[in-house]
């Protein structure tokens, strides 16, 4: 990416806060706004402030007043975990839809040599589930859920801005990301916090649904290579190399944790509108030069070991990371 100066919306969310630690190690200049809501990491936030490059705008999106300048917009701010948005779902259009049209009449409004290329961070989701063969960035999208409803509005939102004022943009729709320092609701932080504590991780139903996994380092090396050598007006897939059942995932752990696996996870209802498997095709983006560098096993090894998951329970007090920032 050629440009030093980038506005990250959600940046304190689990991939826009690898993002925001990339970019400043790569000497870029990061605005960041983030309303900071419940899985927020603040003490990713105490971290970056260190950095001179760094400031962190603490709004809403849906009610931004004014909007840095910037080179490039990425979008990572959304309510992102399902089952939340199949109890209430209010939020996630406010947030999914609304603060996506907010940020969008911004970026209109600015003087068309001034204005950003804008980057939306979307969801393999939105093209709903495959049984056999992958997704590709053509295929219809039809949405399982509200969360995943409210993204592929997103989309929609930019392509018609795109279309009408001529908005510039890129669409990034991943797979299911992982890593260090993700909040404890998605399957493999939860997972591994109910197993330490010597409860059982939850599994839906037979746990044979299958996901893609895409570490967050990989997902956004693939963000910065869009931006930097993407075609603009384009969708990008992005996937990890290693599709499983949710089962197996919670076997792997089990053996990382040492749990017997007759203890390590139950079986609870399905999920309201449960997606059987979700694949991309994401040859287009390897066109680029990018593709995935991190083991799944390795990493979750990794994951396992490092008692990080207590960040999200201390208010910001934590000592340094390995989220610092390094040079």
């Known amino acids: 990416m050629c440009s030093e100066l980038i506005l990250v919306t959600g940046g304190l969310g689990f991939i826009g806060k690898h993002f925001i630690k990339r970019c400043l190690e790569l000497g870029h200049f990061v605005t960041n706004v983030d309303v900071v809501n419940y899985a ?17 705008i603490a709004e809403d999106i849906a009610a931004l007043s004014h909007l840095p300048e910037s080179d490039v917009i990425v979008n990572f701010a959304a309510e992102s975990h399902v089952d939340n948005s199949i109890t209430d779902n209010h939020q996630f259009c406010h947030s999914n839809i609304l603060g996506i049209q907010r940020l969008l009449e ?78 404890p609701e998605k399957l493999i932080p939860k997972s591994i916090l109910r197993m330490r504590r010597g409860l059982p991780a939850l ?3 037979d746990g044979s649904y299958v996901r893609s996994w895409l570490h967050v380092a990989d997902a956004v090396e693939a963000v910065l290579t869009i931006a930097a050598k993407g075609e603009h007006d384009t969708v990008y897939n992005v996937r990890g190399d290693v599709e499983l059942p949710n089962i197996e995932v919670l076997r792997n752990l089990a053996r990382i944790l040492n749990r017997p696996e007759a203890e390590a996870f139950v079986s609870v209802p399905n999920r309201v509108g449960q997606d059987l498997r979700y694949s991309l095709d994401d040859s287009r983006v390897r066109a ?6 991190r083991v799944f096993d390795e990493e979750l090894i990794r994951i396992a070991a490092n008692d990080d998951i207590k ?8 000592p340094r990371t390995h989220l610092e920032v390094r040079p």
């Open 40 to 56: 927020a990491d603040r003490c990713a936030n105490e971290e970056f402030l260190r950095h001179s490059n760094y400031r962190h």
């Open 288 to 293: 680029l030069g990018w593709r995935p560098t």
């Open 203 to 205: 599994m839906h139903g």
């Open 106 to 183: 911004l970026t209109r409004v600015k003087n068309p040599h001034e204005a950003p290329l804008f980057v939306q961070i979307s969801t393999d989701e939105v093209y709903g589930d495959i049984a056999f063969g992958r997704h590709g960035e053509s295929d219809p999208m039809r949405p399982s859920n509200p969360y995943s409803a409210t993204k592929a509005a997103a989309d929609m939102l930019v392509l018609g801005w795109a279309r009408t004022y001529g908005l510039r943009y890129n669409i990034v729709r991943m797979s299911n990301n992982y890593g260090p320092f993700q909040y």
């Open 311 to 318: 960040r999200f329970f201390l208010g910001g007090r934590a």
